[in-house]
């Protein structure tokens, strides 16, 4: 029964998921950070970035799993070409978020990230787990991103790091694909390590509101090194996530 359940998801998605010219992008996720993730998990955050020449409205766009879905975006927000910006849990602010991370992008909280709503980013994905997207104001799928721990995608690890699209894969089918993803590493394509405070108690690393997109050159390097990186499978299995679902 279950099994059926799933599998309607599934067709479901696929069907919604048609927009192949997506401009609007998932491209990093800090699905398990280190530092706590009590319900409700404050210290989530993923970036979107506009790959296209046009700017785009998020009036109206939300975040969806299998497990619900957010509060709308803003009705003023919008993604200029070539921009980023992080999404953070409506149960964090702003402020809280910039004291620990350095980040220029802009930084928007969204309700129902947690409970009544998307329950989180689940810390043990699998195929079913965490079918994460971005629907437009009429629900239509603008990106999807059904991220895993296991290969080919990174492992998840107890150092907290975010992963991260590479460079020279930046679109919304490239981004499906787990091999394109890597573990953000400190001095790599701006990643950084966010300051301790009270809500972020352990050293995680990132880059929140920042895509490298040049450097072709460094992006081959890149991904000899993370070749070897990504290579080391953490242990995943003492997730104290709030969604376990
Ligand atoms: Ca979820
Ligand atoms: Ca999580
Ligand atoms: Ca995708
Ligand atoms: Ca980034």
């Not at 964090?92 to 930084?107: G, L, N, R, Y």
Request: aromatic share 8%; proline share 5%; net charge negative.
């Amino acid at each position: 029964m279950t099994k059926l359940i799933y599998s309607s998801i599934l067709i479901t998605f696929t069907i919604l998921c048609t927009n192949l010219n997506a401009e609007v992008i998932f491209t990093e996720l800090m699905y398990n950070p280190a530092s706590k993730e009590k319900v409700p998990a404050k210290t989530e955050w993923l970036e979107l970035y506009n790959t296209g020449t046009e700017p785009v409205s998020l009036a109206g766009y939300y975040l969806a799993d299998e497990d619900g879905k957010t509060e709308a975006f803003p009705e003023d927000l919008e993604i200029k070409p070539n921009q980023a910006i992080v999404f953070i849990p409506g149960d964090q602010t702003v402020e809280k978020f910039k004291e620990a991370w350095k980040c220029d992008a802009p930084v928007i909280p969204v309700k129902k990230w947690n409970n009544g709503g998307m329950k989180g980013l689940a810390n043990n994905p699998t195929d079913t787990n965490e079918i994460l997207t971005l629907c437009d104001s009429s629900g239509q799928v603008i990106d999807r991103l059904n991220y895993d721990d296991n290969r080919p995608w990174p492992s998840d690890s107890k150092q907290g790091p975010s992963i991260y699209l590479a460079l020279d894969k930046l679109s919304s089918t490239e981004n499906d694909n787990g091999e394109n993803w890597h573990k953000s590493k400190l001095g790599t394509n701006g990643a950084i390590n966010n300051k301790i405070t009270a809500d972020y108690d352990k050293t995680d690393t990132g880059s929140p509101g920042f895509v490298r997109t040049e450097d072709k050159n460094n992006a081959q390097e890149t991904k000899d090194a993370q070749k070897t990186d990504d290579a080391d499978t953490g242990d995943s299995s003492d997730d104290s996530n709030v969604d376990a679902t």
